[in-house]
C-alpha cells in the first residue's frame, strides 16, 4: 500500500520530530517506510531517503542570487519545481513527507501542489500545533483553522495534530466554546469560528501526541488508519 503523511505545521511546531520518531514507530511495527525531506532550509537529522537539500540549498541560493533569507527560500521552492519527480517516492507502506519551516512555502507554492499531484496512492496531511503556544481561545481558533485551509489548499484530508502534550495540553472545544460565552460580539464571533473548525478542520477527530516521547502515536496510527481506510485496518 501507498500511504502518503504530508507532515505540515508553522515553525518549530515539531514537523521533523515527528518525522524521525514516527518513521522508528511505524518500521518497529512492521511497515516499510521512509522519510523524505523537503525543507530546502536545513538538513534533516533522520535519515531521509530523498533529500530535497541534494537539489537545492537555501544557503547557496542566497549566495547565487544575492537575495535575503526569505526571497531565498521562495525562489528555493521555485527551483524544488523542477525536481518534483525525484521526490515523489511510491512502493512503500508509509512516505512521510517533512515539509518546510514556513508552512506557507508548501502550501502557497507550486511545488506543493505539484508534488502533491505526483504521488501515488493515499495522500493525507497531517497539520501540526504546537499545544505549548495554544493559551487562549483565540489562539486556538486561530491555530486550528490554519487547518482548514490545508485541506481546501491541497485538496487533501488533514488531521489536526496537538503535539507537545509532554509540555501543555490544550483544551477541548467546549471548554473554549464556555469560557467565551458570557464575551458579547468577541464571543459570537469566536462560536462562528469555532462552528467552522468542527465542520471543517476537525471533520476528523484531533490527536495529542508528544513526538519526543511517542505518547499518542498509537492513536495517530489509528486516526491514519480511520482517514486511509475508512473500510478497514491497514495491518
Ligand atoms: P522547523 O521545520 O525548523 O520550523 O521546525 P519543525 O516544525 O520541524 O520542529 P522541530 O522538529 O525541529 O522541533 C522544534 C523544537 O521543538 C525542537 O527543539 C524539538 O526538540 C522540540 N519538540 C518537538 N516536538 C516536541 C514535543 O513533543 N515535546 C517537546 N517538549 N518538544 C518538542
Redesign the pocket.
Same mark, same amino acid.
Given at each position: 500500500m501507498d500511504l502518503n503523511v504530508i507532515?505540515l505545521?508553522?515553525?518549530?511546531?515539531?514537523? !521533523?520530530?515527528?518525522?524521525?520518531n514516527f518513521l522508528v514507530y511505524l518500521r518497529d511495527r512492521g511497515y516499510s517506510s521512509v522519510a523524505v525531506n523537503l525543507?530546502t532550509?536545513?538538513p534533516p537529522?533522520y535519515e531521509a531517503f530523498r533529500d530535497i537539500r541534494d537539489y537545492v540549498k537555501t544557503e547557496e541560493v542566497m549566495d547565487r542570487f544575492q537575495l535575503g533569507i526569505n526571497g531565498a527560500l521562495l525562489k528555493s521552492m521555485e527551483i524544488a519545481g523542477s525536481y518534483v519527480d525525484r521526490l515523489a517516492v511510491s512502493g512503500y507502506d508509509f512516505v512521510l513527507y517533512?515539509?518546510?519551516?514556513?508552512l506557507e512555502l508548501f502550501l502557497f507554492s507550486d511545488f506543493g501542489i505539484e508534488l502533491i499531484e505526483r504521488l501515488e496512492g493515499f495522500t493525507a496531511g497531517l497539520f501540526?500545533v504546537?499545544? !505549548?503556544r495554544i493559551k487562549d481561545a483565540a489562539r486556538f481558533s486561530a491555530m486550528v483553522s490554519q487547518s482548514a485551509t490545508i485541506s481546501l489548499m491541497l485538496e487533501i484530508p488533514s488531521l489536526t495534530v496537538f503535539?507537545?502534550?509532554?509540555?501543555h495540553v490544550p483544551q477541548s472545544i467546549e471548554k473554549y466554546r464556555s469560557d467565551l460565552e458570557n464575551e458579547g460580539v468577541l464571543g459570537e464571533f469566536f462560536e462562528c469560528l469555532l462552528r467552522f473548525i468542527e465542520v471543517t478542520s476537525m471533520v476528523y477527530r484531533p490527536v495529542l501526541?508528544?513526538?519526543?516521547?511517542g505518547?499518542g502515536f498509537d492513536d495517530l496510527f489509528s486516526a491514519l488508519n480511520e482517514l486511509f481506510c475508512a473500510c478497514g485496518d491497514l495491518s
Open positions: 507532515v505545521g508553522p515553525a518549530g511546531s515539531g514537523k !521533523s520530530l515527528l518525522t524521525e525543507d532550509a536545513s537529522r517533512d515539509t518546510p519551516g514556513q501540526i504546537d499545544s !505549548s503535539n507537545k502534550v509532554d509540555l501526541i508528544s513526538a519526543r516521547n505518547y
